[in-house]
C-alpha cells in the first residue's frame, strides 16, 4: 500500500458524460502527479500540481482539467467523454518539488466509456 | 523533449534464473533519474530501483540491480534468482532533475513496458 488512495476503483459511463477522479495524496507530499495508461498510448503524464497551483501541463486534452484542494487531494475532471477515453487514470504523490523524489501511485480509477 | 525506448515487448524467465530487461533513452540533460517501476496484475504501480544520473556506481536493490551506462544513454535491470512473484509488466522511466521555473516539473516519462513471464 503506498499510501495514496484513489476513488473510485472503476467506473463505466456513456460517451458524452463527465466524471469526477479523486485522489487523495499521501500524508504530507504536496505534489501530485496525474498519469493516463492506455493500451494505444501507453503511460502518460497528464498534468502535476503543488501545494494547490498547477506546476506543469503534459498531454491533457482540453475536456480535460484537473485541481488541488486546500486539504492536498486532487480532482481529475473528464468532460465530453468519448470512447477512446477508456484507460486506467493514475495518481502520484510525492512530497514536494525536488527531483529526487519518488512518486507514489495510487491503485489507479479504470474508466470504461462505452 | 526525452523518449525512453524498452525494445523488449516480452520476456520470459525460469524460475530461479537471472534476466535483464533493457532500457534506452534520449535525452540532451546531464542531471536526471531513471527509475523502473512493476506493474503487476493487480495494476499498481510500484517502484523498483532508481539510479541517479550523478553517480556513477549502479543502484543495487535485493536481487535487483541496474547496469547504468550514462555515455551509451542505457538503463538495463537484472532481475536475479527469479520468482513466480516477479512476473509483472515492468516500465523504465525517466525524470529530469532540472524542473521548470517553480522547481516542481517532475513529470515521468515512460517507456512502452516489458512483459515479464516467470515459468516454474
Known amino acids: 500500500d503506498s499510501g495514496v488512495t484513489q476513488t473510485p476503483k472503476h467506473l463505466i459511463t456513456a460517451t458524452g458524460q463527465r466524471v469526477t477522479l479523486r485522489c487523495s495524496p499521501r500524508s504530507g507530499d504536496l505534489s501530485v502527479y496525474w498519469y493516463q495508461q492506455s493500451l494505444d498510448q501507453g503511460l502518460q503524464f497528464l498534468i502535476q500540481?503543488?501545494?494547490?497551483?498547477?506546476?506543469a501541463k503534459g498531454n491533457i486534452l482540453e475536456r480535460f482539467s484537473a485541481q488541488q484542494f486546500p486539504d492536498l487531494h486532487s480532482e481529475l475532471n473528464l468532460s465530453s467523454l468519448e470512447l477512446g477515453d477508456s484507460a486506467l487514470y493514475f495518481c502520484a504523490s510525492s512530497v514536494g518539488g525536488l527531483a529526487l523524489e519518488t512518486q507514489y501511485f495510487g491503485p489507479g480509477t479504470r474508466l470504461l466509456v462505452l | 523533449a526525452q523518449t525512453v525506448t524498452q525494445s523488449q515487448p516480452e520476456m520470459s524467465v525460469q524460475e530461479a534464473e537471472t534476466v535483464t530487461l533493457s532500457c534506452t533513452y534520449d535525452?540532451?540533460?546531464?542531471?536526471?533519474?531513471l527509475f523502473w517501476y512493476k506493474q503487476p496484475p493487480s495494476r499498481q504501480m510500484i517502484l523498483v530501483i532508481r539510479?541517479?544520473?550523478?553517480?556513477?556506481q549502479n543502484a543495487t536493490e535485493n536481487r535487483f540491480s541496474v547496469n547504468f551506462q550514462k555515455a551509451a544513454k542505457s538503463f538495463s535491470l537484472k532481475i536475479s534468482d527469479s520468482q513466480l512473484g516477479d512476473a509483472a509488466m515492468y516500465f523504465c522511466a525517466y525524470r529530469s532533475g532540472l524542473g521548470n521555473s517553480g522547481g516542481s516539473n517532475y513529470k515521468l516519462t515512460f517507456g512502452k513496458g516489458t512483459l515479464l513471464t516467470v515459468n516454474p
Open positions: 535525452t540532451s540533460e546531464s542531471d536526471y533519474y
Open positions: 500540481y503543488y501545494n494547490g497551483e498547477e506546476r
Open positions: 539510479q541517479e544520473a550523478y553517480k556513477q
